[in-house]
Antibody, heavy 129, light 107 residues
C-alpha cells in the first residue's frame, strides 16, 4: 500500500524559503505511471494546487497569472535515489501559512492522470517571525 | 483560465435526505472532473473521477453526473459520516483547479 509522508519545518520566517519533502513508501517515484503533486490549504480555506512533477523530473505549476499567491516562487524536484520529491517555496509571507499536502496522481491504464488518488497526511507550515 | 465554482457553499440536510451540489466550469472541460470529500481535520479523499466513475471503496450512495460545464455530486441518502466539505477539481489540461467547496452538515 503506497503511503506518502510530508516532512519539513513547521515554522518559517517571512522572506525565507519553505522546504518540504514527501517520502514515498510502498511504491516508487520512478514509476512511469504516476506524477506527484503538491497541494496546499490555508486554515479554514479551500485547496490550491501548487504544481506537480513527473518521474523524469519534468514539472508543471499553477500558472502565475492564475495563482497570484504563488507567483512562480515554487520549485518541485524529485530524488529517485531516495524515493522522495520536494517543494521549495521562496520569499514566503503570512499568506503562505497553510497545510501542505503531497499527493500521487492517479494512473489510467499505466498513463498518469491529472487528479489525485493518494494523499499524505499534510503538514502545517506557519510563516511568522 | 478556467474557473471552477461550487454551489451552494454550504448546506444542511437531514439523515436520509437526497443531497445535490453543483460544480460549474467557466469553460467546457468535457468529463474531466473529479470530486473529493474532506472530513473535518482529515485528508481529502477521492470519491469520483471522470465525472461519474466511483473510486474503489466509495459507497454507492455517491454519484456524479454532468458534462461540459455543469456537474453534480449527489448523495442519495445522507448519512452522518458524510459530514464533510466536498471539492470538485477539473483536469482537462495540466492546470489543475479546485472549486471552493461545499460544506455538508446534518440538520
Amino acid at each position: 500500500q503506497l503511503q506518502l509522508q510530508e516532512s519539513g519545518p513547521g515554522l518559517v520566517k517571512p522572506s525565507e524559503t519553505l522546504s518540504l519533502t514527501c517520502y514515498v513508501s510502498g511504491g516508487s517515484v520512478s514509476s512511469t505511471s504516476y506524477h506527484w503533486g503538491w497541494i496546499r490549504q490555508p486554515p479554514g480555506k479551500g485547496l490550491e494546487w501548487i504544481g506537480s512533477i513527473t518521474y523524469s523530473g519534468s514539472t508543471y505549476y499553477n500558472p502565475p497569472l492564475k495563482s497570484r499567491s504563488l507567483k512562480s516562487r515554487a520549485i518541485i524536484s524529485v530524488d529517485t535515489s531516495k524515493n522522495h520529491f520536494s517543494l521549495k517555496l521562496s520569499s514566503v509571507t503570512a499568506a503562505d501559512t497553510a497545510v501542505y499536502f503531497c499527493a500521487r496522481h492517479a494512473s489510467d491504464n499505466g498513463d498518469p492522470d491529472y487528479f489525485f488518488d493518494i494523499w499524505g497526511q499534510g503538514t502545517l507550515v506557519t510563516v511568522s517571525s | 483560465d478556467i474557473q471552477m465554482t461550487q454551489s451552494p457553499s454550504s448546506l444542511s440536510a437531514s439523515v436520509g435526505d437526497r443531497v445535490t451540489m453543483s460544480c460549474r466550469a467557466s469553460q467546457a472541460i468535457s468529463n474531466f472532473l473529479a470530486w473529493y470529500q474532506q472530513k473535518p481535520g482529515k485528508v481529502p479523499k477521492l470519491l469520483i473521477y471522470g465525472t461519474s466513475i466511483l473510486q474503489s471503496g466509495v459507497p454507492s450512495r455517491f454519484s456524479g453526473s454532468g458534462s461540459g460545464t455543469d456537474f453534480t455530486l449527489t448523495i442519495s441518502s445522507l448519512q452522518p459520516e458524510d459530514v464533510a466539505t466536498y471539492y470538485c477539481q477539473k483536469y482537462n489540461d495540466a492546470v489543475l483547479t479546485f472549486g471552493g467547496g461545499t460544506k455538508v452538515e446534518i440538520k
